[in-house]
């Protein structure tokens, strides 16, 4: 199994900047994808970005393409969220999340195809 758990969420206004980070354990990191996803109630959860083992790649939903930005450190085991310039809309909890690497990068956008969650952390932006 592998373990995942958020933090840095919050309450901040509108244009305002957060970092959220993930920390993982139980199984080699490097071996994963890891993504962000996001989810208010009464919705399904949407893919907000991943990227790859090595860092070469990553992969953003277009609402989020230019404002937010997905890194990670494979030595610490832990991937980050950089959300700029947050908008009332991206008020959601959101979940970090990871799977296996796969050719058909299009599953990647998918947060069904996600194998481990962590429990989430709150994002509230306020207008």
């Known amino acids: 199994q592998l373990q995942l758990v958020e933090s840095g969420g919050g309450l901040v206004q509108a244009g305002a900047s957060l970092r959220l980070s993930c920390a993982a354990s139980?199984?080699?990191?490097?071996?994963?994808?890891m993504g962000w996803c996001r989810q208010v109630p009464g919705k399904e959860r949407g893919f907000v970005a991943a990227?790859?083992?090595?860092?070469?790649?990553?992969y953003y939903s277009d609402s989020e393409k230019g404002r937010f930005t997905i890194s990670r450190d494979n030595a610490k085991n832990t991937v980050q969220l950089q959300m700029n310039d947050l908008k009332p809309e991206d008020t959601a909890a959101y979940y970090c999340?990871?799977?296996?690497?796969?050719?058909?990068?299009?599953?990647?956008?998918?947060?069904?195809?996600?194998?481990?969650w962590g429990r989430g952390t709150q994002v509230t932006v306020s207008s």
């Open positions: 990227i790859t083992w090595s860092s070469a790649t990553t």
């Open positions: 999340a990871a799977r296996r690497q796969t050719i058909w990068t299009v599953d990647y956008y998918s947060s069904g195809t996600y194998e481990y």
């Open positions: 139980g199984r080699t990191f490097s071996n994963y994808v």
